[in-house]
């Protein structure tokens, strides 16, 4: 019998949900389920290092597999899906359910952990690419949803190399917040999850990514912590 990870699966289910409705705000994906940009977040913190396992990792590719299909077939609107069915989906109207790149995200700060004085080594970003080295920002704004409705959103999310989402969730958790921002660009808590299900679909696509991806958090967190 294949051991339970029942974490990893609502994070996998979460993860199909925001992505089968893209054109909607994550927060209100999110809200079906009792969730929120930031619970989600601090809902990776706490599996990422499970997923080195490989019985953690199958478990998420699972039912990843096993929910994105269920969405598929049945094609559910939002307010039938989530721990909250039956109740309204709040202030969501049938235009936003079917709306295409229109929907908003939520604009709540993202939830920087800080760190604990004097036990954070502030460490060099990931090498800038040519796009950043130009000027412009690597950071989203507030007009991304959840998924990349349009060539441009598209190429906006693909700036980001998995060396430097990596260097993000590791510093994130581990570097002073205002280092963090200055760093990445000032972001929501949409735009965080806008990159989990971007890197998600990579990940889902080449799984040796995404082991490459946990190695080079683990070591990020591990220098800048000086261990």
Known sequence: ?????????RLAVLLAHLEHFDAVA??????RFGETPSSLSALLDSVLHRLSDPAGAGALTRTSKTTKADLAAKQPRLEDVGTAVGAPASELTGDEETASASARPASAALPFRPAEPGRV???????????EQSGDTVGLDQEFAAGASTPFEEARLRAWT????????????????DWVVATYGAMTEGDEVALLVHFN????????????WEVLVAERARRSRGQ
């Open 1 to 9: 019998m294949s051991p339970a990870f029942p974490e990893i699966e």
């Open 26 to 31: 994550p927060a209100r994906v999110l809200e």
């Open 121 to 131: 080594t502030v460490l060099a970003a990931p090498p800038m690419s040519a796009a």
């Open 162 to 177: 998995v060396e430097k989402y990596a260097a993000f969730i590791a510093d994130r958790r581990t570097a002073p917040a």
């Open 201 to 212: 679909k990579r990940f889902r696509q080449d799984p040796a990514l995404r082991d490459r």
